[in-house]
Each structure stands twice: as structure tokens, then as C-alpha cells.
């Protein structure tokens, strides 16, 4: 006779809030943590076998186990306050959020973003692990990442492919985490090192999964790798620029010489620092024309001149360069 196997503990299993077979149950339990929704059998005359595991980071993050056991249809609607990394351990799941939908997998999650209508189906045995991140503390998190105010909704891609090795700390780290937690080793809510690995959660998503932010901001992660003498020397040409500056001013602001400023700009910039100084410029006429483009405004002539651009013919030559287009053609046509 075969002695009887013990069944593997559930992830999160010390952290559970209920088990149920009732549909009603399970519903209202869950939106205690996510938020109200519609749920559905998709196979009717099935029993449902729902449980639902939590453990709290710090105050802005969670780790999530929840299961359904047979094939179920889920409506949020929109998450508003909260946004989800979502991973099938098994199975799968339809997803669709606003105007995307993917297939997730174990190797496969998905990331709906608040401000997009969810709608989800996930598969018979399809049990998830979830990472439930406050969407305040995630945006305020991504303003100190750029060093800039958001002017848009943050909206993830829906797919995150978890084999990517760009996201390999990330997936790592919630494993650990997940094994940190399942060894009942939790870490204290309040203290300072959840709340470091809250933050460093957050940041690592927000470097690795891709979103409308991602190029922003790997261009303000490649600029904290410069030195910072070029860093200030940039800043104050950029907070200067309608100024007529000159290489020795720039120096004397940051502290430096001519040569050693030089030099800088040219092994970690790839330009010197007169050369950064046009190209600004250049953009921020471009900008201002684009603003008043076939409207009201100042013409071609008085923007450039108002950024240090004095002769007209180098002028329009310089911007056609970088911008493939005449200045005039930027501003709606109209002449210099």
C-alpha cells in the first residue's frame, strides 16, 4: 500500500483570508482587497474552490495568491487606485484592458493600468500570483524617477514577458520575496526595510516593464550616469538659454575649466558644451514655433533671434539640419 502523499503548501498559505466554494463569498472577499467586480462561472454545475492569500509589503504594495479552481469570467472595470502585476502559475488568461488584450501565461503576465476598462477570463486551473501596487505611491515614484511632474496617465504595456532578462531582477526579486513570506521570515510592517523593498519594487517595474514613460525615462537614467559638472553645466545652460551665454560663463558657474569642461562633454556627451548649447536652443525654437503654429504669435525671426540665433541664413540652415524641415514649414508656412 502506497503511503499517502502530503499536499504542497499554497504560496502565501500563512497569510490566507478565506477559502469558499460560494461564488458570492469569494466576490465580496476578494474586493475587501482589490476592488468590487463582477464574477462569473464560465462553465455552469462546476464547484468553485476560491481561496485568496495576502501579505502587505509596508503600506504600498502586497503580494497576492488567489485562485478559483474551474474556468471563471472577472469585470473590475476600472482598478482606479491600484494597478496589478498579474502571473498565472499555471494556466492561463485572457486579458483585455482597454484597448489591448494578450493571451498570459506562466511566462507571460499582464499589467493592467487603472485608467483603462479590465475585463478577464481566466482558464480552469489558472491559480495567480498578483502584486497589488497603490497607484499614488507608484506615480509619485515615477516623478522622482524623471525629476519631472507627469502630464499623462501612466499606461503599462498589457504584456509582460517574464523571460525577458531586462525584467530577470524584478521577477527574481518577487520570488524572493514570495519565499521570504512562505517562511514566515515577514518583514515588519513600518519598518525600513519594507519599505526599501517597496520602493526598489516599484522602481525596478517601472525601469524594466515598458509603459508610455519608458523612454523618458531611460533618457534620465542615461543623464544621472553623467558626471555631475556636466550635469550642472547642462542645467544651467538650459535654465540660461535665452541668455547670451559664453564657454567662460558656463565654467564659472560650475566651477571648471574651459579644457577639463571640454573634455568632459566630449568623452560622456559625445559633444562639447557650446555644441549642447545650439542644439537647446534649436529645440526650444522649434517648440515655440510648433506651439503657435497656424496661429498668432511671434514669427520665425523674432524666436530666433530671441535664442541667441542672430544671423537668419546659418539659422535656418543649422535647424533644417536637425530637424529636416524649414523653419517656416515648423511655424504653419509662415516666412521668415
Not at 495576502?54 to 478559483?68: F, I, K, P, T
Request: a neutral charge; one cysteine or more; proline letters at 7%.
Amino acid at each position: 500500500m502506497e503511503a499517502a502523499t502530503t499536499p504542497l503548501p499554497l504560496p502565501l498559505q500563512r497569510y490566507r483570508l478565506f477559502e469558499s466554494h460560494d461564488m458570492d463569498e469569494a466576490r465580496e472577499s476578494v474586493a475587501r482587497v482589490f476592488c468590487p467586480h463582477k464574477l462569473l462561472m464560465l462553465r455552469p454545475r462546476t464547484e468553485l474552490d476560491a481561496c485568496h492569500h495576502s501579505a502587505r509589503l509596508h503600506r504600498d504594495v502586497s503580494l497576492n495568491y488567489v485562485q478559483y479552481g474551474p474556468a471563471v469570467q472577472i469585470d473590475p472595470g476600472y482598478l482606479q487606485d491600484f494597478f496589478l502585476l498579474q502571473i498565472p502559475l499555471r494556466g492561463g488568461a485572457e486579458i483585455r484592458c482597454g484597448g489591448q488584450q494578450v493571451d498570459a501565461s506562466p511566462s507571460l503576465a499582464s499589467l493592467p493600468s487603472p485608467t483603462e476598462p479590465l475585463t478577464m477570463r481566466w482558464a480552469d486551473d489558472s491559480p495567480h500570483l498578483i502584486v497589488r501596487l497603490a497607484r499614488p505611491a507608484l506615480l509619485s515614484r515615477l516623478e522622482s524617477l524623471l525629476q519631472a511632474p507627469l502630464r499623462q496617465q501612466l499606461v503599462f504595456d498589457l504584456g509582460v514577458p517574464l523571460d525577458n532578462p531586462a525584467l530577470a531582477p524584478l521577477v527574481h526579486f518577487i520570488d524572493y520575496l514570495r519565499l521570504t513570506l512562505d517562511a514566515g521570515n515577514a518583514l515588519q510592517p513600518g519598518a525600513r526595510l519594507a519599505e526599501h523593498a517597496e520602493e526598489y519594487l516599484m522602481s525596478s517595474l517601472l525601469m524594466s516593464a515598458s509603459h508610455n514613460y519608458s523612454r523618458a525615462l531611460a533618457g534620465e537614467a542615461q543623464r544621472s550616469l553623467l558626471p555631475r559638472v556636466v550635469r550642472r553645466a547642462q542645467d544651467y545652460m538650459a535654465a540660461h538659454a535665452e541668455q547670451p551665454l559664453s564657454l567662460a560663463d558656463v565654467c564659472r558657474e560650475v566651477g571648471c575649466s574651459a579644457r577639463a569642461l571640454q573634455m568632459a562633454f566630449r568623452q560622456h556627451a559625445g559633444q562639447g558644451p557650446m555644441e549642447f548649447l545650439r542644439e537647446l536652443r534649436l529645440d526650444k525654437v522649434r517648440a515655440e514655433l510648433a506651439a503657435s503654429a497656424g496661429g498668432p504669435g511671434s514669427g520665425v525671426r523674432e524666436v530666433a533671434q530671441k535664442y541667441g540665433f542672430l544671423h537668419l541664413g546659418h539659422f535656418a540652415a543649422q535647424y533644417r539640419a536637425r530637424f529636416g524641415e524649414r523653419p517656416s514649414e515648423t511655424r504653419g508656412a509662415r516666412a521668415c
